[in-house]
């Protein structure tokens, strides 16, 4: 059974660009959450995908956006790049709208140079 | 692999010794306390969690124990290992907020052969 997986795993891109991460939850669950983790710090909460729909969002701008398909996989898009979204970039999958335990993915490092 | 918690404190003990870390919080509101590990490179990995209205849970080898009075939480391991080194850090989470998961700031544990 193959856990939460994240797609690619590291990533470098230049200021003002767009990235799109990938992200496909533990089997079974239908509940994707996204995570920033900026180096020396916990992870922080951006946003919540849930039958498609965003459900819940931290405080994050705009520039971040996300989708689910009907798979339950999810897409994390950042535009507009800034050197402070360098960051590992967490997925976190769950059930019934995170109602059960959230299983991590390994992350993508992304850096903006 | 990354280098997670530059500024984050730490905890070394020897092998074979009990392990204990500690965590504050101050959302009393909270429905779930939860302890994740996260090992270099890697992202966290659930080890224990505790409702609200508990004080006490026992896992394999962990003890999470919960104070309200004080809004502490505490993660013991018996016998740490050598594979118990990593960044653990607490996180809560309120079912009424869609569950995201609030972390705390991490706390580096060593373990000494």
């Known amino acids: 059974d193959a856990g939460v997986t994240q797609s690619p795993t590291h990533l470098i891109k230049t200021r003002g660009q767009q990235v799109t991460l990938r992200c496909s939850p533990k089997?079974?669950?239908?509940?994707v959450s996204w995570y920033q983790q900026a180096l020396g710090q916990g992870p922080q909460f951006i946003f919540q995908?849930?039958?498609?729909?965003?459900?819940q969002r931290g405080n994050f701008p705009d520039r971040f956006s996300g989708h689910q398909f009907p798979n339950y996989s999810s897409e994390l898009n950042v535009n507009a790049l800034l050197l402070g979204d360098s960051a590992l970039y967490l997925c976190?999958?769950?059930?019934?709208?995170?109602?059960?335990?959230?299983?991590f993915g390994q992350g993508t490092r992304l850096t903006v140079v | 692999g990354e280098s997670v918690g530059l500024h984050l404190p730490t905890l070394s003990v020897q092998e074979g010794d009990n392990s204990i870390i500690n965590c504050a919080y101050s959302?009393?509101?909270?429905?779930?306390f939860i302890w994740y590990k996260q090992e270099s490179g890697k992202g966290p990995q659930f080890i224990i969690d505790?409702?609200?209205?508990?004080d006490k849970r026992q896992g394999q080898r962990v003890t999470v124990l919960l104070n309200k009075t004080v809004k502490h939480l505490s993660l013991q391991i018996a016998a740490t290992q050598p594979g118990d080194s990593a960044v653990y850090f607490c996180?809560?989470?309120?079912?009424?907020?869609?569950?995201?998961?609030?972390f705390g700031a991490g706390t580096i544990l060593r373990v000494k052969s």
């Open positions: 976190a999958s769950s059930s019934l709208g995170g109602l059960t335990e959230a299983f």
């Open positions: 089997s079974g669950h239908d509940t």
């Open positions: 995908y849930y039958e498609e729909e965003e459900r």
């Open positions: 959302n009393s509101a909270s429905d779930y």
């Open positions: 505790i409702r609200s209205n508990m």
């Open positions: 996180a809560h989470r309120r079912v009424e907020y869609g569950n995201k998961l609030v």
